[in-house]
């Protein structure tokens, strides 16, 4: 967080947290989108077979096999989330991440709130740089963006939802971009299964007493300005 007031930063906490209060409607669905990449590591020896109270142990040594990027959406009232492994981290691959949640994952809904970071490619000119100029403003029309503030990953709820996966499916070395699939898909397949939510209990008050070195002191900016 930023060491002292910034009203930027406030300014979109603000915003995320009043998106965080609505009631589940399945018109427009909250969905918090995030994204993330693992580097694939092939073994050069098998590792040492796992022995009654002793860990399964690897060779130091391995062969670096590429990177995969992992997009990540996540509907917390619902506890619904959906993955996509992709080869990059390019404008087109957010692009067509997002148009699989307009036209396939929320084609009943009117519009989708979707809270996501600012990163460069998470922007409407990426639909426009993909799709024709019809389809871009068709796909972006039906999307309600709110972006987190710039160091504020904690209140992207799909980053909570990455941290589990780090910690339940990615801390060991996956040697493929296929393997790596099958893996994430099946995490978050049994925990679809098991409809995990999140009850968000963080509001706009509680930030203005725990988080008021942030907020700018109007009294002290009077009186800099008289």
């Not at 996509?84 to 067509?96: E, I, L, S």
């Amino acid at each position: 967080m930023p060491p002292k007031s910034h009203a930027e930063y406030v300014c979109k906490m603000e915003d995320v947290l009043d998106v965080y209060k609505r009631p589940y409607d399945e018109n427009y669905p909250v969905i918090c989108m995030d994204e993330t990449n693992k580097q694939q590591v092939r073994e050069i020896r098998e590792p040492l077979t796992m022995k009654s109270g002793k860990p399964l142990r690897y060779d130091t040594s391995y062969e670096r096999n590429g990177t995969s990027n992992i997009f990540l959406s996540f509907e917390p009232l619902k506890g619904k989330r959906k993955i996509k492994v992709t080869a990059h981290r390019k404008k087109v691959d957010w692009a067509h991440f997002v148009k699989e949640l307009v036209d396939i994952d929320y084609a009943s809904a009117k519009k989708i709130v979707l809270v996501m970071d600012n990163l460069n490619t998470h922007t409407g000119s990426s639909l426009y740089e993909t799709f024709m100029p019809s389809e871009a403003k068709r796909i972006l029309d039906k999307l309600d963006i709110h972006y987190t503030p710039k160091h504020g990953s904690w209140l992207n709820m799909a980053e909570l939802e990455l941290s589990h996966l780090g910690r339940q499916c990615l801390d060991r070395r996956i040697p493929d971009s296929e393997t790596m699939k099958q893996e994430v898909m099946a995490w978050a397949e049994e925990r679809n299964k098991k409809s995990v939510k999140v009850n968000w209990q963080f509001t706009t008050e509680n930030a203005r007493i725990k988080l008021k070195k942030l907020y700018p002191n109007l009294e002290e900016i009077k009186t800099k300005s008289s």
